[in-house]
């Protein structure tokens, strides 16, 4: 091998090493990038552009919140233009809820558990493709029946429109449902989700001043440094702020202790 070529290899080598993956291309990216995208990939879902939108990532920083605000400004009401499934959810479950608004948004809330049924997975792959026709299919000798205790059909072609909010990390959800839909993963370090909360700290429960609000939040980065298991979130810093608000001796201790994970 001529040195010329060794030397175009060992560049392409080098260059192939610094391509950067998923992971280090999200430390990098800016919270407020992350919610601007999520909150126009929503929009695309609202105004019929795209049919599905899977939204992961860490509990606590606001996807529903932002989901639901976006819904609300395009003037979607809850109930008549889009309905809002929370919970646990069985794959009969979900079948009926796609029949049942089968023309309609949904939102699915925290509903992981239909990741650990594999008819709940296949109707959910359904659901999200981009296909124009989506059939919805039940097969089983038993069939569904409605609230009402009718029969309903073993399949139908679903028009609606969903949003798949989840806990999980983006890598735990099937890789089948990652490819029909939109995906958009909201997981920040602990430095993102502090800028995070700066930056919205006036947001956040607006009645209360900004210097008690800065000292709670203060009171949760110290909690964070000094102990293990803390729950870095904006709950955890609802929490801080209403026990500062309260003036108590012990403050500081007392947001320590409800910020902690337990194990």
Known sequence: MNLTKKNRDMKTKKKESTKMNFKSMQTKKRPSVMFDDMNNLTKMVANNISPSLVITGQPGLGKTFNVCKTLDELGLQEDIDFVHVKGRCTAAGMFITLFENQ????????????????????????????????????????????????????????????????????????????????????????????????????????????????????????????????????????????????????????????VMGVK
């Open 103 to 258: 023309d309609k948004l949904i939102i699915f809330d925290d509903c992981d558990s239909v990741f650990k049924d594999v008819d709940g997975v296949n109707l959910l792959k359904g659901a999200l493709d981009s296909y124009d026709k989506r059939v919805i299919t039940w097969m089983t000798a038993k069939g569904l029946k409605d609230q009402e205790g009718e029969l309903l059909p073993r399949s139908f072609n679903f028009t609606g429109k969903i949003i798949f909010i989840s806990n999980l990390p983006i890598a735990k959800v099937d890789s089948a449902i990652r490819s029909r839909s939109f995906v958009l993963d909201i997981s920040l370090t602990s430095e993102q989700l502090m800028k995070r909360m700066r930056d919205l700290l006036a947001k956040v429960e607006p009645e209360v001043d900004m210097k008690t609000k800065r000292e709670a939040l203060s009171a949760l980065k110290g909690a964070f440094k000094k102990f293990e298991g803390v729950e870095l979130n904006f709950r955890s810093l609802i929490k801080a702020i209403r026990i500062r608000q309260m003036g108590f001796t012990n403050w500081r201790a007392m947001i320590a202790e409800q």
